[in-house]
């Protein structure tokens, strides 16, 4: 905000004009985590530093879901106008994609430190997570064509984030599943391709007009200069899911009817994650170009910047 807190117009400003674009640092400081701890090397102190990030974004996402709630409650009246804002509304896709950041620590660093019973936790927050996930992917296209103003040169890829949520439920389902008992992995596994699959036919459409916007109008204003990267993101989290899925697969169906399928599954899981990975290594590409570009004409610094880490932390990932 413009001005410090001693100066605000009312005590509760700072709560009333909260908005969900906080979410993306939860997903950029927990994405950054799991690469850390995921490096293929051994550094002092790695594990350490991964762990400290996680619990970072831990309390930033419980410090923003605080502040979300008490907007919620205590400014009702604000709540239908974000949901109409054309910007704002697409970043509540952020809410259960932080979510996602954190499951996936919390299976990475959290049996070391509270034992294997955080995996009931993780299993519980992930339905949490996917209810959600899918909440943005349906509620928010349902007020882009029905309330909001939209024109084609003013389109970003932020109209990715909503839809985008979905899939990265899926991945992290994908790497929740092996810590669970097969029947549990079975139903994690078949609802996860279920996001996956309605999550990138979307993205797929949705970087369609993303292209056709750039060959009409060009680049967006350097405001939006982060949301170039934006494209690679589901590209990305479709390639990790698609792994991560495919790799728990044999194990979760093992001794049924469908373990020859699993293993089939996880040849495809293969297969097309690296597709995925192509596609988005030229996505890579040319949002390197475009930040150079940006870099030119500089490109300000804003809350958007945090769309420069996901993309690219997921793509880590992913490859």
Known sequence: ????????????????HFTPNWFAMTMGTGVLALVIA??????????????????????LFAVFSLLFLARALLFRDTLW??????????????????LAMLIGGLVQFGPARWGDGVYALAHALWWLDAAMALGSALLVPYLMFTRQS???EKMTAVWLLPIVAPE??????????????????????????????????LAFSLITLVLLRLALHKLPDTDFAATSWLPLGPLATGCLGL??????????????ALAGAAEIVHGFGLVGGLALWGAGLWWLVIAVLFTRHYIRDN????????????PLGVFALAT
């Open 1 to 16: 905000m413009p001005r410090p807190f001693t100066r605000l117009p009312e005590p509760w400003a700072f709560v009333r």
């Open 38 to 59: 995921h490096l293929p090397w051994s550094l002092p102190g790695q594990l350490a530093l991964a762990e400290a990030l996680w619990l970072f974004a831990v309390l």
């Open 81 to 98: 106008p974000m949901l109409l804002h054309p910007v704002q509304s697409m970043f509540l896709g952020a809410i259960p994609m932080g």
């Open 150 to 152: 939209h024109a084609l």
């Open 168 to 201: 990265v439920a899926a991945g992290a389902g994908g790497a929740l599943m092996p810590h669970l008992d097969p029947a549990s992995a079975r139903l994690v596994l078949v609802v996860g391709f279920i996001l996956w699959g309605m999550s990138l036919a």
């Open 243 to 256: 792994l991560s899925m495919g790799q728990a697969a044999p194990a979760a169906f093992a001794g049924t």
């Open 299 to 310: 490109m300000p610094f804003n809350l958007g910047w945090w769309g420069f880490t996901f």
